[in-house]
């Protein structure tokens, strides 16, 4: 459930209409509603009631200093990928201790800013990550808490681009070297094993994919405590989809996922962490757009709108599908008509919908895209010179922007010319 829905015949975002944002600050735009992020959370909390839990929100999917601070304010630590995730998530107040630190890749130097700043734990994904850190923490006269993210080998049944499970994808160790990595673990200086991660993908619709993961971690985790390691939390990733076509989808809720937690891992006493992203941001924004032409063509229609794939690429990039609708609610009675939503940018992928069932909708017009509140902004570029679109966020009958829409001028100054060109 969202905060998103027609009131007296125009689209709201909680008690403020659309309309109103949009004239304010110009299309295109997000805008994020603070109840339904609060909401997700509490429903992820409540799932998980009777467990000792904590929830990592993994910023990825929407890592706006307002919508971290809403979360911040609730009690959700942060699972950040990047050493500009863990500066921004300090930024919004969360201590280091509430933060988890996930990525194939991370570098030296974000191990000593985060080991530095304070860090919860590390989830660490490879064995030449582990030596790594252990040189890094020892120099540094400290011990990294780790889990090992193993990859279980399930297939998440998403997006081949978002999968992350399978032994063909890059992320983890391979369940069949976990005792060998977890002993090397044990033996190096800077290390203290904490736990166990595991992320399977995104997106997912389905619990099977979780239950078999999740079973597989309780085997591991009876095997490693055999060995002889303290394994006392269970970082059980993210990854539970959301209803991206309200007509005939719906994933799992987060109770019945809980459940599956409690059936799978419960009864191990490991405090339990997950790190949702997409549900507890997706719904919770959507992206807002003026058509600039309606245009005839040979047996197909065009609906050219002022947002393009630069602004959301998730059409373009994961073949993925985003109710569109128009923000004056139709009238009853008026048919839809197949159409093409398209964007300005020079690319064939700039299409957000194919021959997509529409009300009538001309020049002037607004529409909005459901479920963009996560993967949205963050992946967005200035791809063709187009400035970031604004970030607008609602609470009650409030609203305010939570990024501006940078001028030309600014574009232009973030360019440096090299000393030997004339200016
Ligand atoms: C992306 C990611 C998540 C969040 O996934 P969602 O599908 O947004 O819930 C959680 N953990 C890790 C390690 C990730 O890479």
């Not at 992020?37 to 000792?52: I, N, P, S, Y």
């Not at 808490?145 to 997006?159: C, G, Q, S, W, Y």
């Not at 001309?362 to 902004?377: K, N, T």
């Not at 001028?409 to 200016?423: A, F, G, H, Q, V």
Request: hydrophobic share 40%; net charge negative.
């Amino acid at each position: 459930m969202d905060h998103f829905i027609y009131k007296n015949g125009v689209l709201h975002a909680e008690d403020v209409s659309v309309n109103e944002i949009a004239a304010k600050v110009g299309t295109p735009f997000y805008v994020y509603s603070t109840a339904t992020l609060t909401r997700h959370f509490t429903v992820f909390d409540q799932a998980l009631e009777g467990l000792d839990h904590k929830i990592f929100y993994a910023m990825k999917a929407n890592d706006n200093m307002a919508v971290l601070r809403i979360l911040a304010a609730m009690g959700a630590g942060m699972d950040v990928v990047s050493g500009g995730e863990y500066a921004k998530a300090r930024a919004a107040g969360v201590p280091g201790d509430m933060i988890v630190f996930s990525g194939v890749g991370k570098t030296e130097a974000e191990m000593r800013q985060v080991l530095e700043g304070g860090i919860r734990q590390f989830n660490v994904e490879s064995e030449p990550e582990l030596r790594r850190l252990s040189r890094v923490a020892t120099g540094m006269g400290k011990v990294a808490n780790i889990t090992l993210r193993v990859n279980p080998d399930v297939d998440a049944k998403t997006h081949a681009k978002i999968a992350t499970g399978r032994s063909e994808d890059k992320f983890g160790i391979p369940m069949s070297q976990a005792r060998a990595a977890y002993s090397e673990a044990a033996s190096l200086p800077g290390i203290e094993v904490v736990g166990i991660d595991v992320h399977i993908g995104s997106q997912l619709i389905d619990l099977a994919p979780y239950r078999q993961a999740f079973t597989k971690l309780a085997e591991l985790t009876e095997t490693l405590r055999a060995d002889g390691h303290d394994i006392r939390r269970l970082d059980l990733g993210g990854g539970l989809g959301i209803p991206y076509q309200r007509s005939n989808e719906a994933p799992p809720l987060p109770v019945e996922y809980g459940q599956v937690i409690r059936e799978t891992v419960g009864h191990l006493g490991c405090e339990i962490e997950i790190e949702p992203g997409r549900l507890i941001a997706g719904n919770a924004g959507i992206m807002v757009s003026e058509v600039i032409y309606l245009k005839h063509g040979e047996g197909r229609n065009f609906l050219i709108i002022d947002a393009a794939m630069n602004d959301l690429v998730r059409p373009a990039m994961y073949e993925a599908h985003h109710d569109i609708v128009p923000v004056v609610e139709p009238r009853i009675g008026v048919d839809p008509e197949p159409i093409d939503i398209v964007g300005p940018v020079c690319e064939s992928g700039d299409t957000f919908a194919k021959q997509r069932p529409m009300p009538p909708l001309d020049s002037g017009d607004l529409v909005a895209f459901r479920s963009a509140g996560a993967y949205g902004a963050v992946m967005a570029s200035e791809y063709n010179a187009r400035p970031l679109i604004p970030e607008v966020l609602v609470k009650g009958d409030q609203f305010a922007v939570v990024r501006p829409r940078p001028t030309y001028e600014e574009m232009i100054s973030r360019d440096t010319l090299p000393s030997w060109m004339e200016s």
